[in-house]
């Protein structure tokens, strides 16, 4: 797998191994910004977890590795994530999402196209994508299908999309035998404190102005994470080539709710904190270029095709995810330096 270092990789890795005793990981991550080794100390000398510290634009280190450890599947989670630092910095999203998984299919179809046949029968490449890819709903429109069709609007989801796009070519041109899932917004433990949540959470504990952007009424449908990956490896198991599923979690909220969800939570857990009312650190920013108002996604193709439903409601999922952020401060406080700062100040400094 790639991008197992990131958030939801890295929960992926974990829940795999917990759930399984004779298979094997191999871990490859480039260890950008997102990218926490910590985040799988539990397997840090577990033989059936390998890192490699790599790039998936390297194809040399991608043909070593899948020849010297011969893998049943492929799943691509690696990618740039963050629609705010596409906007600054599109290239490294291009070169990432598009240029690398290109090189990575490549190297996966001639890897795959040298297997024996029952090999060659069993192998999956499965390819973790954004609603996003589908542009932006009004607010009385029904939810993304499969069919939607696609209509990206900031350069992360451009670059999220033409993935989407190669890896169904290379299965209509190749016959490489793919699976791709659009999922929605993703919360849980180990997210990185750029992302609405961790950064609600880590501002509040600080007694720092939450920024919210524009009115807060951009809606989106939010998923657990652990949810995310128990509905990759249905879709894995069960999903049909060359198909799409798309995963939701069946809650769509606005991002104003959710910081007042947040806080009330805080304010519950943490009776003696000087900064309650947390929500009276809210601070409404000038919005974000072309942020798209709502996301939506109809699950109802993965829950009839392969019998898939999230089992946490938000919630269940929101306290759980408050509360591990709570119980694992040293984690958070490792990479809430540097760089994150610098990005902090680049990103909501000058909006006021």
């Known amino acids: 797998m790639t991008g197992g270092a990131g958030f939801i990789g890295a929960n992926f890795v974990l829940e795999y191994l917990a759930l399984t005793e004779n298979s094997r990981v191999i871990n490859l991550d480039k260890l950008t910004y997102a990218g926490n080794l910590s985040s799988l100390a539990a397997y840090s000398s577990d033989p059936r977890h390998i890192f490699i510290k790599g790039d998936i634009a390297d194809r040399a280190l991608l043909a070593s590795l899948l020849e010297e450890h011969r893998p049943s599947a492929v799943i691509n989670f690696a990618a740039e994530s963050h629609v705010d630092r596409s906007i600054h910095a599109p290239e490294a999203f291009v070169q990432t999402n598009v240029m690398g998984t290109f090189n990575l299919l490549e190297s996966v179809r001639v890897y795959w196209q040298a297997l024996g046949e029952?090999?060659?029968a069993e192998f999956r490449f499965l390819h973790v994508s954004t609603d996003e890819v589908y542009g932006s709903l009004t607010m009385d429109e029904p939810a993304f299908t499969e069919r939607h069709p696609y209509a990206p609007n900031s350069p992360y989801s451009a670059?999220?999309?033409?993935?989407?796009?190669?890896?169904?070519?290379?299965?209509?041109t190749y016959g490489l035998p793919v699976l791709t899932t659009n999922c929605s917004n993703n919360y849980g433990p180990l997210q990185f404190p750029e992302k609405l949540i961790p950064l609600i959470i880590h501002n509040a504990l600080a007694g720092k102005s939450i920024p919210l952007y524009g009115d807060g009424e951009n809606i989106r449908d939010w998923l657990y994470v652990g949810d995310h990956c128990s509905a990759i490896r249905a879709v894995l198991d069960k999903g049909r080539l060359g198909e799409v599923y798309n995963i939701g979690g069946n809650y769509e909220k606005s991002n104003l709710d959710i910081v007042h969800t947040v806080c009330d939570i805080l304010d519950e857990l943490l009776p003696e904190?000087?900064?309650r009312p947390h929500k009276s650190l809210i601070k409404f920013v000038s919005d974000r270029p072309g942020h798209d108002r709502r996301y939506a996604i109809d699950p109802t193709k993965i829950a009839t095709e392969i019998q898939w439903q999230p089992k946490e409601t938000f919630e269940s999922g929101i306290r759980?995810?408050?509360t591990w952020y709570l119980e694992?401060?040293?984690w958070v406080e490792q990479i809430v330096s540097g760089e994150y700062q610098n990005w902090l100040a680049e990103n909501y400094g000058e909006r006021g």
């Open 159 to 172: 670059s999220k999309a033409a993935s989407d796009h190669m890896v169904r070519a290379y299965h209509h």
């Open 118 to 120: 029952a090999e060659a």
């Open 273 to 275: 904190s000087s900064h």
């Open 320 to 322: 759980k995810t408050v």
């Open 328 to 330: 694992n401060q040293s």
